[in-house]
């Protein structure tokens, strides 16, 4: 059960577009449409952004998207504003039966 | 709207034990899978353990395999974690999360936590 790899941080200015990936396997990432992305500011309980690959909960803005090809699954935050400074955090199901998380991005807007 | 609160946190020491518990409001509890998850200070998300709406399925990381058990009271409302043989690792905020649908490992739902400390 190896955590997902995601770099540890990005940045980008307001208005840049910035993407976060998330590699995983064939026993998890790409064996499997059930990749999520939370968001995480500081104090604060994780919130889910993205479902199922590429699907926004109702209430999450539209720049915020989902992707993935073979074992790596895409954020990518759109027209970043300064609200979007959090930590973000993959996840997928795996053949196990279990859930992993990846270890973690720190989003920085400059 | 949905409302996840968990209780029972604190410091333990070492090879101790606690039950964390985690009422639950808003929906159909037992139609819903119900997983824990944990954060260590200053660390990342550590998926712990789920438990089917019967309460019939369980899975756990390899982590915490043997020494922490999951469990539910659909009558109550309420998700439970027994923790035995604590180890100082195991210090984290704990979280209750509902899942989206089914077994999805999508989580739309979380409390606001519970922190255990693991220390002599």
């Known amino acids: 059960q190896s955590a997902l790899t995601q770099p540890p941080s990005v940045s980008g200015s307001p208005g840049q577009s910035v993407t976060i990936s998330c590699t995983g396997t064939s026993s998890d990432v790409g064996s499997y449409n059930r990749v999520s992305w939370y968001q995480q500011p500081p104090g604060t309980a994780p919130k889910l952004m993205i479902y199922?690959?590429?699907n926004r909960p109702s209430g999450v803005p539209d720049h915020f998207s989902g992707s993935k090809s073979g074992n790596t699954a895409s954020l990518t935050i759109s027209g970043l504003q300064a609200e979007d400074e959090a930590d973000y955090y993959c996840s997928s199901y795996t053949s196990s039966g279990t859930v992993v998380f990846g270890g973690g991005t720190k989003l920085t807007v400059l | 709207q949905v409302q996840l609160v968990e209780s029972g946190g604190g410091l333990v020491k070492p090879g101790g034990s606690l039950r964390l518990s985690c009422a639950a409001s808003g929906f159909t509890f037992s139609d819903y899978y119900m997983s824990w998850i944990r954060q260590a200070p200053g660390k990342g998300l550590e998926w712990v353990s789920y438990i089917s709406g019967s309460g019939s399925t369980t899975h756990y990381a390899d982590s915490v395999k043997g020494r922490l058990t999951i469990s539910r009271d659909n009558a109550k409302n309420s998700l439970y974690l027994q923790m035995n043989s604590l180890r100082v690792e195991d210090t984290a905020v704990y979280y209750c999360?509902?899942?989206?649908?089914?077994?999805?490992?999508?989580?739309?739902?979380w409390g606001q936590g519970t922190l255990v400390t693991v220390s002599s």
């Open positions: 199922e690959v590429s």
């Open positions: 999360a509902r899942d989206h649908k089914g077994r999805s490992g999508s989580y739309p739902y």
